[in-house]
């Protein structure tokens, strides 16, 4: 196990991010990702063998990132992980937490459809094996800064979350993400937001016949919008967010998500998301990504913060 005098030199290594969760919320998948995007990337790794790891690829690698996945198949999860983590901090090797979490019914519907084995698996039913593992997995989750629930994710947009917190340009740069996104309340609400703000009383372009068939990003509905109190309404948001969002990256949050509601997740919230990510983006705290999950629109934006 490497120590205080390994030959490991701080900044040799730009990053260490140890990838772990409940099974089936998409380690795999987070991994393979972040392969692509550049990391190296070990899976089913043993916690206690993460320093020695990093320490022999830093012989060999220059500065390149790596992505550890751990599972609870792991002897000795949680105290070898610790022990590894401040082995990390004692080589000068900044290093992550990612868990993957994502809701029991989900999980259940993704075991049945793969037919894959539950790791811990024996006797009874999925159900109660997931149960286990929470219980085990419990600890870890609550110290963790960044958390992704994949409940409502499919591959894709898993792997398009991870490039945003995770792209190799700023793969040395551990600042907060902020992830604003627009939702409609009668497709349900996000089920991971931080902030979640109702904008139904702002008066809705959707009556207006030359707005309703246009998005919140329309330069015409996003003016609509501000002066039939979206503008107060934005003062207010911002007014929270000016002094929580900060206080987050203090704390070493790595994810924020902010989510803004109207009915329909066409129009006012969808300006006003617009709007919040050009605000939070002059906070200067990191990245910002704006996204609209149930606007018709042709893309999505992302916004990259200055240093």
């Known amino acids: 196990m490497p120590n205080a005098n390994t030959n490991t030199q701080p900044g040799s290594q730009a990053r260490v991010l140890v990838v772990t969760g409940i099974s089936?919320?998409?380690?795999?998948?987070?991994?393979?990702?972040?392969?692509d995007m550049g990391w190296y990337c070990v899976d089913n790794l043993p916690a206690a063998l993460v320093p020695a790891l990093v320490d022999t690829l830093a012989e060999r690698l220059d500065a390149v990132p790596v992505a550890v996945g751990i599972d609870i198949r792991a002897g000795g999860f949680l105290g070898d992980l610790d022990h590894s983590l401040r082995a990390l901090a004692t080589m000068g090797v900044p290093?992550?937490?990612?868990?993957?979490?994502?809701?029991?019914?989900?999980?259940?519907?993704?075991?049945?459809?793969?037919?894959?084995?539950?790791?811990?698996?024996?006797?009874?039913?999925?159900?109660?094996?997931?149960?286990?593992?929470?219980?085990?997995?419990?600890?870890?989750?609550?110290?963790?800064?960044?958390?992704?629930?994949?409940?409502?994710?499919?591959?894709?947009?898993?792997?398009?979350?991870?490039?945003?917190?995770?792209d190799v340009e700023g793969s040395a740069d551990l600042r907060m993400m902020v992830a604003v996104e627009s939702f409609g309340f009668k497709h349900g609400m996000p089920r991971d937001a931080d902030y979640v703000f109702d904008v139904r009383y702002v008066d809705n372009p959707y009556f207006v016949p030359d707005l309703s068939p246009l998005s919140g990003r329309d330069p015409a509905v996003a003016q609509f919008v501000m002066e039939r109190g979206g503008r107060e309404a934005l003062d207010r948001m911002m007014y929270l967010l000016n002094f929580a969002l900060p206080q987050h990256a203090q704390e070493g949050r790595a994810l924020v998500t902010v989510a803004l509601g109207c009915t329909g997740g066409q129009h006012r919230s969808v300006a006003l998301a617009e709007a919040i990510g050009e605000e939070v983006r002059k906070l200067r705290l990191g990245r910002v990504s704006v996204t609209h999950r149930d606007a018709r629109l042709p893309d999505q934006t992302l916004l990259n913060m200055e240093a």
């Open 24 to 35: 089936g919320s998409g380690r795999s998948t987070c991994l393979r990702a972040l392969e």
């Open 95 to 166: 290093s992550e937490l990612l868990f993957l979490d994502c809701a029991d019914d989900v999980l259940v519907r993704r075991f049945a459809e793969t037919r894959r084995k539950h790791p811990i698996w024996e006797a009874g039913t999925i159900t109660e094996a997931i149960r286990q593992e929470r219980a085990v997995m419990l600890e870890v989750r609550e110290r963790t800064t960044l958390v992704i629930d994949t409940s409502d994710m499919n591959i894709h947009q898993l792997k398009r979350q991870v490039q945003r917190l995770f």
